[in-house]
């Protein structure tokens, strides 16, 4: 009897010693809450981790790239964007009006060639000097017209807008690049000093017989100055819709950047453990259900983190993992069985157990 209490004590010492050593823990004073848990956890803002092969490769981390705000990026995207289409569209433009205008130009030139030269058979024959030099200064009268010639069928010259050239041989201009050559009329491109010309040659007939020509020079100083008007509008309305494409834009980049930004702080927030932060929106679109997503997972952190804190007052921290991890376990929510109680006293045990050390 004496041994068998003996054998109960010694095995009673390390169930004892444990809810000591559980309640000596219980009663620690470091022993810290969530809340005192929460005010220590700070952000942690240090470089990645490498892996082994950057370190093999012996590359240091140095400071972290520029960091670029999303609604600068959709901003420069969006502008790039316009500019290109506007850039574009605006080269077609003058482009296809420079081609009109050279056109008709062309149009222009083809229409006095051919007129000066149907006029100017019979005085050309009939050698009145005087009709084909009206003939020609009328030509020049016109400001694109920058010369007018009218030779004879050895080339030399009988009217010419300047006098002094009158009785000389004609010498065609050098470098003249043919644009077409279709029927009588023959077209090219010449340099006058600086400035390039439209260049018209048609032969002067009488009854088939060719007795002359008619040479032509025609400005594009016109067409320079159109178009250089048209680029001056055209870059001033580019301008104009390029700053209203980039307020535009960047008030669209804001109105996705706001949401994602107070996703962003209540993200940071649960990180640091502050499960009362909330994100306050009204939308009513992908970003607000992302947001009533959010506010939901915060309340049952919340409520997770209260239990977590009522049950480590008066639960051990292993025994509250436990019911944290699976509280839908069947021992945490009760049952109904049926037991028996035994109640066993060993006679003359209390007088025994005093007179024995344990």
């Known amino acids: 009897m004496p041994a068998a209490s003996e054998s109960t004590h010694a095995t009673a010492m390390p ?34 981790r490498r892996s082994g092969k950057d370190r093999r490769k012996g590359e240091r981390r140095t400071r972290k790239h ?9 901003a420069i995207v969006s502008t790039f964007l316009m500019s290109l289409f506007i850039c574009s569209i605006s080269f077609i433009i003058i482009w296809e009006q420079k081609q009109q205008f050279v056109s008709q130009l062309t149009d222009f030139g083809e229409n006095l060639v051919r007129i000066a030269a149907s006029n100017a058979a019979d005085k050309i024959l009939g050698e009145e000097e005087l009709a084909l030099f009206q003939l020609a200064k009328n030509l020049a009268q016109n400001e694109q017209v920058l010369f007018a010639v009218i030779t004879d069928h050895k080339k030399i010259i009988l009217a010419h807008s300047r006098m002094e050239n009158l009785g000389l041989p004609y010498e065609p201009p050098e470098k003249a690049t043919v644009l077409q050559a279709v029927g009588a009329v023959r077209k090219s491109v010449i340099l006058v000093g600086e400035e390039e010309a439209l260049y018209f040659e048609a032969p002067v007939r009488y009854q088939n017989l060719k007795v002359g020509e008619v040479h032509l020079a025609v400005s594009q100083a016109k067409i320079q100055e159109s178009l250089s008007d048209a680029k001056f509008f055209v870059l001033m309305l580019t301008l104009l819709v390029i700053g209203l494409g980039v307020i535009l834009s960047l008030g669209l980049s804001m109105y996705f950047t706001v949401p994602i930004r107070q996703l962003s702080e209540t993200a940071k927030a649960l990180g640091m453990g502050q499960f009362s932060h909330r994100v306050r929106t009204s939308r009513n679109d992908e970003f607000g259900d992302l947001a009533f997503a959010f506010n939901r997972m915060a309340e049952d952190l919340e409520v997770k983190e209260k239990i977590k804190d009522s049950f480590g007052r008066y639960v051990t921290p292993e025994i509250v993992d436990i019911i944290l991890a699976n509280p839908g376990s069947q021992w945490m929510k009760g049952a109904m069985v049926e037991a028996s109680v035994l109640f066993v006293d060993i006679r003359g045990f209390t007088a025994l157990s005093e007179n024995k050390t344990p």
């Open 15 to 48: 169930s004892e010693q444990g809810s000591n050593r559980y309640e000596d823990r219980r009663n620690r004073r470091d022993r810290r809450s969530g809340e005192d848990r929460r005010k220590k956890q700070e952000p942690f803002e240090g470089p990645d």
């Open 66 to 74: 520029r960091r670029i705000p999303i609604f600068a990026k959709l």
